[in-house]
């Protein structure tokens, strides 16, 4: 016997010892390490793109989380302020506070005299730019007829472009002395050296590559022009095989196609035809490097920057520009190399919304230290608004929360509830197994069609507000409930029987021993359950929309059935519009769903981290 095992262990070991068992061994260390490789590999790549996702969503928001202020000082007249005389609080909010913002406004830019100028100038601030001042004057009534030093919010354009979101705007100290012809109207400047020789030659770079980018966009709409051409000797024939054939309704279709394919071909002709002549134009100018060269509305910008006053270049040589004052100099002194210079914005004026005059008025402001960036509180405590810098998320933030409090107090106690009958009480027969199996079935059904229940049964059925918090909290109480009753019968599934037995060892009845021992020590499961749900309604959009939630509304809601709408809504309306500064707007409400989101969760993870039981 004892002979038998040691020759089974010196076999064994042998065998330990054998090239294949060695291979094999390696083999499965090089599965092992290959799956941790994927795993690893697989979290690289989600952490990836969910910084990317996050840099690209922050990047974009930013701008929403600070406002432009004009600092200016105003002397409000009785009569404008306080219309009644009484200087009442509402006498003074009705006082039209935007007269002596803009008289003051105005006063800055003496040289604006014409109304259509005027009412450019004006363009620059926010319709909403004397808010500050009025709520100064109601605070204190006496500052009627003084000098009040106020802000003044900019319009969203100009916002956008004093962030740098409009236009790049590169400065170049100018080179040589710098004498211009006059202070407004019609300037030359001529410079000592060739000190716009490398704006000449960077403007004929961007001549030849316009004249690529057309030359290619022709090429493109040529080969579709083509396609087009090539379909309409087959519609020639459909109109001829239909008139022959009689038929009235196919005569028309056949007709209506072909006078489709000409129509289309027109237009891509038209667009060749213009594409061509522009991509000639700048081609030839590109190669004529002997004089001057005439900046357009196509090419960037350039604004001399020279005693005090802004000349948008409209004729640039080596040693001479021609232009228009936009801001008058103060004098036709010669200005010394580096006491002038030469912005450039990038982006041609035609591509943009706001003009190089625009543009001009603001540089002012801004050498005179007029304008202040501070953070825009008004994001988180104003609603909406149709003027993209007025606009802001607390109507939605307390719709959403309104929402989230009736389908909390909804969906919590019927959803526990629900799953205790179902785990602890109900019988086991077939008609639980059919409420199981829907209960699970309504947890994967689309999140529209609870909207589509909420209109029919909340809304025509019942009556009830519509676009109120009241309906969309039972809308989403109904897409989470299923969710709720998954989550917490697992968690009284997951307490171990021994609890249950040893409550009804020593007397307690089966209420006593689920309510008194199940339920307390499944609390942290459920609670978990109902976090993840609540933070799934919260992020829905679908079923708020089908209800009328998706309305602009502008007030704050006051109550459960006041008109409301949602974060989510609210992006979506936003991200509709054509405006580019609520793009900003779209990502920050985005930013704050988030936030919310990720707070909901985290307090899920520390309840069941706190509560946890191991057995």
């Known amino acids: 016997m004892t002979d038998l095992t040691v020759s089974s262990a010196a076999e064994l070991a042998a065998r330990k010892a054998s090239p294949e068992a060695h291979a ?35 990047s974009k928001a930013w ?59 004006n363009g620059l601030l926010s319709s909403g730019a004397a808010d500050e001042l009025r709520d100064q004057i109601i605070a204190d009534p006496k500052l009627i007829g003084q000098e009040i030093k106020t802000r003044a919010q900019f319009s969203d354009d100009a916002d956008l472009y004093l962030k740098g979101a409009v236009t790049d705007v590169d400065e170049e100290n100018g080179a040589g002395v710098a004498t211009p012809s006059a202070t407004s109207g019609q300037v030359v400047i001529e410079t000592s050296n060739p000190a716009f020789q490398s704006d000449l030659e960077k403007i004929k770079s961007d001549l030849s590559d316009k004249a690529r980018e057309r030359r290619s966009t022709v090429t493109r709409l040529q080969s ?24 009235a309704g196919r005569i028309s279709v056949a007709t209506a196609a072909l006078g489709k394919i000409d129509s289309d071909a027109s237009s891509l002709k038209a667009q ?3 594409l061509s002549a522009e991509a000639t134009d700048f081609e030839n100018r590109f190669k004529d490097s002997s004089g001057a060269e005439t900046l357009d509305e196509k090419l960037p910008s350039r604004l001399v920057q020279i005693n005090g006053g802004l000349v948008k270049v409209t004729s640039l040589a080596a040693n001479r520009v021609e232009g228009v004052a936009l801001t008058p100099l103060t004098s036709q002194d010669a200005a010394q190399a580096g006491q002038w210079k030469v912005l450039t914005l ?61 389908t909390l107090a909804f969906c919590l106690p019927v959803g526990v509830g629900a799953a205790i009958y179902l785990e602890e009480f109900a019988p086991k027969n077939r008609w639980t197994d059919i409420i199981e199996i829907n209960i699970n079935n309504l947890a994967a059904v689309p999140s529209i069609v609870y909207g589509l229940l909420g209109l029919a049964v909340f809304l025509n059925f019942f009556g009830m507000p519509r676009s109120s918090a009241v309906v969309g909290g039972f809308v989403l109480a109904l897409l989470v409930l299923p969710t709720i009753i998954i989550a917490s019968r697992a968690a009284l599934k997951a307490v171990p029987p021994s609890i249950r037995e040893a409550a009804l ?21 459920v609670m978990t359950g109902t976090i993840i749900g609540m933070a799934h309604a919260l992020g829905e959009t679908a079923p708020l929309l089908l209800i009328g939630m998706v309305a602009f ?18 992006i979506y309306l936003w991200s509709d519009l054509p405006e580019v500064a609520f793009q900003a707007k779209t990502s920050a409400a985005i930013l704050v769903l988030l936030f919310f989101l990720f707070v909901m969760n985290g307090l899920a993870i520390i309840l069941r981290k706190r509560f946890e039981r191991r057995w």
Do not use: C
């Open 24 to 58: 094999r061994v390696a083999k499965r260390y090089r599965a092992e390490a290959r799956f941790k490789a994927y795993g690893v590999a697989a979290i690289a790549f989600a952490a990836v793109f969910l910084v990317v996702l996050m840099t690209d969503i922050v």
């Open 63 to 121: 701008p929403a989380f600070t406002a432009t202020h004009l600092a200016i000082s105003v002397t409000p007249e009785a009569a404008d302020v306080d219309p009644d005389g009484s200087k009442s609080p509402a006498s003074l909010a009705r006082g039209d506070h935007g007269k002596s913002v803009r008289a003051a406004f105005q006063a800055q830019f003496p040289e604006v005299k014409d109304r259509a100028a005027r009412r450019k100038l």
């Open 224 to 247: 579709l022009l083509d396609g087009v051409l090539a379909d309409r000797p087959a519609a020639e024939t459909e109109v001829k095989a239909a008139q022959g054939t009689g038929d």
């Open 272 to 274: 060749i035809d213009t």
């Open 346 to 406: 990038e982006t041609p004026e035609s591509e943009r919304r706001v003009g190089d005059q625009e543009i001009a008025w603001l540089e002012k402001l801004k050498a005179k230290g007029a304008v202040s960036t501070d953070f825009n509180t008004g994001f988180f405590t104003s609603g909406d608004s149709r003027e993209a810098e007025q606009a802001g998320i607390l109507g939605a933030l307390v719709g959403s929360l309104l929402t989230m409090f009736v």
């Open 505 to 525: 060892g020593v007397g307690a009845s089966h209420q006593q021993a689920v309510f008194h021992h199940v339920l307390p020590l499944a609390m942290p499961g």
């Open 553 to 570: 509304i502008v007030d704050v809601p006051s109550g459960f059935t006041s008109a409301a709408t949602a974060l989510p809504v609210q």
